[in-house]
């Protein structure tokens, strides 16, 4: 892990961009945070939209992270910002685009081509941005995983023990198979879903959360769409974490 | 309004009960409340088994949302405690159990018997309950609802302009024709639904949180059963009554 990057977001929180062999990422850290003091870590999910672009809600995530004692960090996603793109995911995703634009269901196939490539290959990666920041002095587990692509969230909380906590946001486009996993699923979980979401099928949803095998799971449903998370809701998934990591 | 007894339960809580005409209930105050400080009141709902039954839960509740500097108070429903009951209603309960026993579903005919003449009978008799405890000094408004019959919350919410906010609990005896009222509700609602409860149809807790035509409403879905709510679970009601009531 290489830092190319440093700025004082205000005088609590440290910014800090950095490169993982080929991967862009970027850390976040409470002042209060030392070697003999490390911080618990928080690792920020987010849509395959590119970091520049989820830059400012981000940042936003992070500085409320770090009021509560959380160091945060992230990762670009395969395929997006500047990292390349992989053709057979660019074809399901205009596949998608033009199932959704004519109205017509998004097939399983579309899902699966979409989302089973990209959490194959982005899950690896975070766990190995865990080695890299678990290793650094300051930032310590226990280690929670904040929304993002939901099946990642998901796959992230089956394959990684050092995971122990996980907010998921509720997203429609869940290949079946994640189901299975999702029974696998044993730690806390707060997951998010917006009631009307245009975007996102409410009752895939609804049986998502059932499916889960975890013995404390709270699902809160707000009113608004996609990116209409009540501010409200987001104090309460950062206390769901305060409660499991601290 | 007619005090009968009062105790302190801490050096922080009073405890006063009263009677209503007929009516036995009970006000919990804060130390802090004062004729120039007035706390916001919260009704405390319960189901239909008796305030003494209840009393320890209540005191719960009662004590916590003193901590918040709210006033809470409650009163016994019809037919429940020492009040007389109505034969309509027993008829009605017995109707129900003899169906749970033989795992048949409970008819609408059974469920409205048994809520519709509860809710028609109880609703006024809270607004009434509301009149006395606002004239008091140390309490005014603004006043939540929460928890108990469902069907009691809805209807309050609808013809009571008093009350702000409610924290509902989902319980599936809920007569048809409260859908209809749950369409009209408009203030804040925050509606607490133990996934797993034995008593309660998960898919009518669903509806009828949709139903609802308040432009903010949570559910706070949460693993367990009737009585397995957790205790994240009514802080979050609690900070929802300190968002709207404060």
Known sequence: MHFTSEQRLDDNVLERE??????????????????SA???LILLGHPPLGLRRMHPRLVGRALHAAADGFATATIEL????DRPRRPAVEQARADMQRAMKADEPVSDEIIDALVLPLVD?????????????????????????SGGVMSIGIRLAVVEPRISAAVLFAGSLVPRTM???????TIPLH???QWDDEGNDRQTALD????????????????????????????????????HLK
């Open 78 to 81: 395969p395929g997006s910002g």
């Open 208 to 243: 998502l959360f059932d499916a889960f095998g975890s013995e404390e799971k709270t699902l809160n449903a707000n009113m608004g769409g996609h990116t209409g998370v009540p501010q409200f809701a987001g104090e309460a998934a950062d206390r769901f974490f305060v409660r």
């Open 121 to 145: 290959e982005a899950v690896p990666e975070w766990q190995a941005a865990l080695d890299a920041l678990l290793a650094m002095p300051g930032i310590d587990g226990p280690v929670g995983y």
């Open 191 to 193: 997951v998010l879903l």
């Open 179 to 185: 189901f299975e996993e999702a029974r696998r699923v």
């Open 38 to 40: 490390p911080a618990p």
């Open 18 to 35: 950095f490169t993982l062999g080929e991967i862009p990422g970027i850390l976040w850290t409470p002042a209060s945070a030392s070697a």
